[in-house]
């Protein structure tokens, strides 16, 4: 692969396809040790669960730059675009970066994105020269919008945020990757497997986004290994065109059977 | 429908499409009441479970009498070719009449059938002049040489008995039904709801037979007229050639989105 | 059912649990033997195309009051909230009623809802006095701002207009069921056969609605018949209490087969 | 992995999972190339196919040579137990080897195996000392009477040959892996891309076959390496122990949305 498939985000050069979240790990370590297992380049982390200040942040932030990965820091836990807002511009300061991935929950159980709050937060970070990475939904009304708000990466869900359950609508992640061709969508949320992350590679996207598959597996490093591998087998495997299926259900030649005669 | 889609087993015409089964009712007098309710002209009855001879049994053979359906008596709970032929042999006694479900179950938890205890009785019995209605699997080569022994009938499984999973294996279920266009086919065991029961018909089934689905739904006597209902719609559906599915994933004019200079 | 299953919308007492669409018949009698043959009580009108004051409206209009059935004027063909609205009150005035079924198309490819011209329309009919019958996506978000805009119902889809595809997405189906217990929720678009319909019944969907699937089948009369029947299973079906489906795959002795002692 | 997943077949130690097919590739250079790049080490060839005797043949035995795969020779195309006796005997003359994939073919379209042709084989060919592989459906019962006729491998079936559409019947194939823990299982036919690979070895399966979703592939030599890799993440993805997917649609608080007077 390499340069035979280039790979930007934000005019960032990436070899990775696959970004991590940093929750909810066993322990430090483990977490250390995954995103190194995984060789993923972006984790992306929570600016309100490790609030910037506090030891236990600060210790975090060691961890994290002694990793030697880039930090996308994330919105979780906003309801609102103005809480999404000053939760980005407080992770300009903390981070001296203008990457921020945009999430504004809508609703308690599913954490599904609020595409209306969405929106407005990504139009105003927009204008203050934010990169804005959203977390939406595979609605494309919705993404022809962020677009227009001035985002250059949209992050559809594939799931409710820590469910597991893969792709829950593939016809809606197909019809937004053949919509926007150009512009690299990151399948962000709701995959449980490697399988799942490979399905959605091979459908075209340019990379996925997880954290509950891998810190909640039972060997969260040995599943940050598997998940690197995936991703870069989906990858590989959409550019070298799988073959078309074939149904084979109905018989080439006369039917076998006969025919009754008093038989529908 | 009536004359229009004429139906027959074994050279007797029907006119309802669903078979019920008769065990796990709440009580009698609701089996009467579902078999009613959905319009059925065929029960199948398990003979070891209702022993000809004792009260319990005379007082079950009554109730079904009463009812006024045919009996399809059935060799369920056999488990060797031998067993199944003593009991059709039985059933045959029993109720003066030459119909019998074969079942040859070939394992405990899925309650699948042995496909090889199945022909060897299915030959058997034919032989001696019953008409069979096998409980096979999903397999082609298995139904071509159920044919061979004499079976004018086959009823595919959907899923394990009592599962009420639905379909499992919907593209074996196409073959069978694209290879043998001139037998009547009857899907048995696994459905658990209308919805299935209408897409197994949509596929061109020409029946379905069940139990569990009704016998231990909350309300069994509405479920059995929902059931009765569902298959007459799938019928229905099949004759009246449904529409063809469209995918629109793909865009027709060209693509929104705006290629990013330096993105793949 | 009957008095057991009262069912109402904006106040209207209605029987029927299907609701047709009118388009893309192969002529008006087949259109109006269809109606007849599905039993519904409410066929959606295209305002812009059957014009009011031409004389193929003219007719069209009579033939539609001859069938007895109530209309539901509809926006099919808008692209914005402002056309919309006036087509909306141009309806108003043509059928002297206030109900409408609100499209605002958002993309060409899948006629998906623009959820956002959507919920403007919403809020400035119902604030006109509109009884507003919104065809939306499957999002708890914009189901709960339509809600707040003063509709009371829903029409999420099921896939793209015309598609035949079913359900797109289960998983956002049930949710939409689950948190809206006491709004009626009429799956509308994307239905390409009664097996569909029942599914989406069983859920506990009150209504559904639809047009291609009947209007381009081979037989759109039975077809009609067809739905008409299997939305009744499906309903029943729900009330019913269908039995909970049961894995049995796993095996509940010990397991068969003999470890080898060199294998994985 | 290595020493921790240990990994045999028939006593011979193996660290890869992935096994390839040499039909149907554009060149025998590509197929060599392709091998090398899955890291496969055993590949399977039809004896049929390639006549050993002939000058063709000579040159494609050579290049397997060259490659330093094992060979795993396959009597493809027999249709009896006989044909596929005999063709074995043949390949171990040849191979001067005992492992042979057991073929038997019982129907044209779907390339099924025939069940009753293959268990005669595979017993007659165990008690000649043969190391079997059979290729199977996936009914349980089958599976019993292979191992009981000496087979300590068993090869399932996903989907018909060549067919590309990854695994027909999820439940069969969860019900074989939890029945026979301790033999080892191999995914042989139907998979066409490496999600679908992935996901049987997430559910346990031991290894996979493949040929023509690598052979017919846009870039065969870079879907085997796809192949390949995805082996190995779902080998890996299966120890780590996937999360439990979680539902989630069903809300956790008190409903949302009113319940209106007069609604069901």
Request: net charge negative; charged share 20%; hydrophobic share 50%.
């Amino acid at each position: 692969m390499g340069a035979a498939d280039p790979f930007t985000l934000y005019h960032a050069p990436l070899r990775s396809r696959l970004l991590l979240g940093t929750a909810r790990y066993p322990s430090p370590a483990i977490l250390a040790e995954a995103v190194r297992a995984s060789a993923c380049e972006i984790v992306t982390v929570s600016l309100r669960r490790e609030a910037g200040g506090s030891r236990a942040g600060e210790s975090f932030w060691g961890l994290i730059r002694e990793i030697g990965v880039r930090v996308l820091p994330n919105t979780a836990g906003c309801r609102t675009a103005r809480e999404a807002i000053a939760t980005a511009q407080m992770a300009r300061d903390v981070f001296e970066a203008d990457w921020i991935k945009l999430e504004v929950i809508g609703e308690e159980d599913t954490l599904q994105p609020d595409v209306f709050g969405l929106i407005e937060a990504a139009r105003a970070l927009s204008a203050e020269g934010f990169k804005v990475f959203p977390y939406t939904t595979d609605d494309l009304v919705v993404a022809e919008k962020l677009l227009d708000a001035g985002c250059e990466v949209l992050m559809p869900w594939a799931a409710p945020i820590g469910s597991g359950r893969g792709v829950n609508n593939a016809f809606a992640l197909r019809a937004l990757r053949a919509h926007f061709p150009g512009v690299p969508l990151i399948v962000d949320a709701g995959l449980g497997a490697p399988s799942h992350a490979v399905a959605v590679m091979e459908m075209g996207y340019d990379a996925v986004l997880l954290n509950t598959a891998v810190s909640r597996a039972g060997d969260p490093v040995a599943m940050a290994r598997a998940f690197g591998l995936a991703v870069e087998a989906g990858r590989l495997a959409h550019l070298a065109k799988p073959m078309t299926p074939r149904d084979m259900a109905e018989p080439s030649t006369p039917a076998l059977g006969r025919p009754f005669g008093d038989v529908a």
